[in-house]
Structure formats: C-alpha cells, structure tokens
T-cell receptor, first 114, second 116 residues
Framework: DTEVTQTPKHLVMGMTNKKSLKCEQH?????MYWYKQKAKKPPELMFV???????INESVPSRFSPECPNSSLLNLHLHALQPEDSALYLC?????????????FGNGTRLTVT | GENVEQHPSTLSVQEGDSAVIKCTYS??????FPWYKQELGKRPQLIID?????GEKKDQRIAVTLNKTAKHFSLHITETQPEDSAVYFC???????????????FGRGTQLTVWP
C-alpha cells in the first residue's frame, strides 16, 4: 500500500489533448513534489510546493502546469505535450522541505504521448 | 549545485553474497543521504537514510556508512536474496540554503541482480 495516491495509473494522450494528473496524500505532509522519470534513469525534479506555494520550478516547459488546491492535493495539468514527454510521472510528499525529511513516492502515472 | 556520482552502474552477485554500492557528493553542505530501491515498474521506496551527524546506520541486512571528510557514502547489503534485485539510487540533500530548498540530488542508479 502506498500513502501517496496517483491517478490515473496509465495515460495515453495526443499532442493536442489536455489532461491532468492527480496526486493525494493524507499524511499531513506540507511539501509535495512532481518528478519525471525516464526508463533506467533517476527521477528528475520538476516542481516543489511548500505549504501550498510553488517554491521550485526546475525550468519546466509551460506545457506542464502544476496546481496545489490544498495541502493534500497536487495536480499536474498537461497541454500540447511532445512525444519526448512520455515518461513515468511521480508525485512525492515529505513532512516539510526544511527538515530534509524522507520523500514518500506515489506509484506514478505512466504517460505516453502519441 | 550538488553532484552525486554512483558506482557501479550494474552489479551482479550470487545469492548470499554481499553487495556494496558507493556514492560520492560534491557539496559539503549536504547533510542528508537517503537510499531508494526501485523494482521494475514500481515506485522508488526509501530503504535507509543517514544524516551527517552519524557515521553508520544499520537496519537488518542493510547498512549505510558516511565519510564526511571524503564526501562519500555507501550502501551495504549482506546475505543478498533474489528479491533484493532492483535499481538502487543514492541521493544527497544540502542544508536549507535559498534555492536548494527541498531538493534531492540523485545518483544515476545501480542495477543490482542477485542470482539464485
């Protein structure tokens, strides 16, 4: 069982589609993250939300748009993606970023852009 | 920013043998070093972590050692089992300092295969 829940598990979308990835945690964590992971590579940080405010954007293209509606939810809105954006998108949370506390990853959404 | 090097990239061992994975880091401000295990098609899972005020930490068959002076840390798995087969990632996290807020720097990963 994972304490960070991501939906959907799989997503196939065309380059003109708009879709959203969703993430939820109920551990009271105040930091939430989006990572992108390609096969056989480490996770790459995309965004960090700290206390529901965007604190890090790793120069991610604007076709990826994060949203943190409340302390338990994190969304990633996708629009006009490219085939090279196909990857596993991982959400993670931690107690608080300042404490260097452990990251808890969700199971990810495997995204395929056609 | 921080740079984490991880070796080896692949490691094959016989069941029951020990496995050691080594990482080096560049930023002396790094003070938190987690290790993640990722099985094929699954999420990374934290297996052990160590902070810079500790030199060694052990949890059953898994241990991590940290040498702050040399800026390297290692994962040791004893009595390996086939279910230990996975990709292992080391990571380092600097002290809170402006733009390094909440950031883990990952190594490139080690594919460990344990043969029965």
């Amino acid at each position: 069982d994972t304490e960070v829940t991501q939906t959907p598990k799989h997503l196939v979308m065309g380059m003109t589609n708009k879709k959203s990835l969703k993430c939820e945690q109920h551990m009271g964590h105040r930091a939430m993250y989006w990572y992108k992971q390609k096969a056989k590579k480490p996770p790459e940080l995309m965004f960090v939300y700290s206390y529901e405010k965007l604190s890090i954007n790793e120069s991610v293209p604007s076709r990826f748009s994060p949203e943190c509606p409340n302390s338990s939810l994190l969304n990633l809105h996708l629009h006009a993606l490219q085939p090279e954006d196909s990857a596993l998108y991982l959400c993670a949370s931690s107690q608080a970023p300042r404490l260097n506390s452990p990251l808890h990853f969700g199971n990810g959404t495997r995204l395929t852009v056609t | 920013g921080e740079n984490v090097e991880q070796h080896p990239s692949t490691l094959s061992v016989q069941e029951g043998d020990s496995a050691v994975i080594k990482c080096t880091y560049s930023d002396s401000a790094s003070n938190y070093f987690p290790w993640y295990k990722q099985e094929l098609g699954k999420r990374p899972q934290l297996i052990i972590d160590i902070r810079s005020n500790v030199g060694e930490k052990k949890d059953q068959r898994i241990a991590v050692t940290l040498n702050k002076t040399a800026k390297h840390f290692s994962l040791h798995i004893t009595e390996t089992q086939p279910e230990d087969s996975a990709v292992y990632f080391c990571a380092a996290s600097p002290t809170l300092r402006g733009s390094t807020l909440g950031r883990l720097y990952f190594g490139r990963g080690t594919q460990l295969t344990v043969w029965p």
